[in-house]
Structures are given as structure tokens and as C-alpha cells.
């Protein structure tokens, strides 16, 4: 299951450089002193890289396999890849959570990670899809199928 994030705004880029090098024209007009500028196209176009390849996530996808676990896998605009592995015998369930942020109601996908101490306790909780934010009815839909993915595991026969 992958979901895709909202690509990449040029308006609100072009207007965040736009506002950084006028703030450096001004100081460049005030101090008339050329570095000043050279500083702000500098920092911006590092800045940009920085975003592109450790912020700005264009997909993220999880895959689910009843016997192994479930990988989750951040791609990321510069072409990076994050991935991390969750082995089937430290998940405890998939569950929709809900969180109230700026007087509005966000849906998030967790796996609930089962304490190895406690068997009917929760050691973690893992968010998915947090840079991607996808509606409730598609975290609904990605949630039956893990749910179906789940259920096959645990009536399954166990082998010794």
C-alpha cells in the first residue's frame, strides 16, 4: 500500500526565497556590502537541498507480510529512501488513532508494538503516513487490509 504526499508548492517556495533575498537586498542596501547577498543565495539553495532530502517526503509506502512483518518506506523528493522493518512478532495490532491539533481532528495509522514484559501491554507506538496525512477513508481502507493480513496470522496453525 503506498500513498503519495501533495508535491511540492513553487508558489510558496518562490515566495520563501522571494522574502529571504529582499530581506538580504535591504541589508545589502543598508550595509552595501556585496557578501551579504552572496550569504542569502548561498543559504537558501543549501537550505533547498536540506529540505529536499531530509524533509520533503513524496511517498510513503508500507508493505505488510502475515509470516515476516511490515516494512515501512519513506521515499523522499531528492530520491533517498528511509525504511524500517517491523518484525510480525512484536505487533500487537493496526489501529486508527485520532488526535485534536488547531481545533481539528486528525486521523493517524499506528502499530501497536506488544511489550515483551507484558503480553497484553503496549511497549510502542508507531505513527504511519505522518508526512502524507491521507483522509479517513483511505486510512480505513489500508486498515481492513492490515486487519485481514492479521487475522490469517493469528488463525493460522502455529508451527513448532
Known amino acids: 500500500l503506498a500513498v503519495r504526499c501533495p ?11 522571494s522574502a529571504a533575498w529582499l530581506a538580504a537586498y535591504g541589508l545589502f542596501v543598508l550595509t552595501e556590502n556585496s557578501t551579504v547577498l552572496s550569504a542569502a543565495i548561498v543559504i537558501t539553495l543549501v537550505g533547498l537541498i536540506m529540505y529536499l532530502h531530509f524533509v520533503k517526503i513524496d511517498q510513503e ?4 507480510i502475515g509470516s515476516l512483518g511490515i516494512q515501512v518506506t519513506s521515499s523522499y523528493a531528492s530520491g533517498k529512501e528511509s525504511t524500517t522493518f517491523i ?3 512484536q505487533v500487537k495490532d493496526v489501529v486508527i488513532n485520532e488526535a485534536i491539533h ?8 499506528c502499530i501497536l508494538l506488544q511489550d515483551p514484559g507484558d503480553p497484553q501491554g503496549v511497549s510502542e507506538v508507531v505513527p504511519l503516513f505522518q508526512s502524507s496525512k491521507p483522509r479517513l477513508d483511505c486510512l480505513i481502507e489500508v486498515y481492513k487490509s492490515c486487519q485481514e493480513i492479521l487475522e490469517q496470522r493469528k488463525t493460522a496453525p502455529q508451527s513448532s
Not at 508535491?7 to 515566495?15: C, E, K, T
Not at 488547531?102 to 495509522?109: D, T
Open 7 to 17: 508535491r511540492l508548492r513553487l508558489r510558496s517556495l518562490s515566495a520563501a526565497t
Open 61 to 64: 509506502s508500507l508493505l505488510v
Open 87 to 89: 518484525e510480525m512478532s
Open 102 to 109: 488547531m481545533q481539528k481532528v486528525i486521523y493517524y495509522l
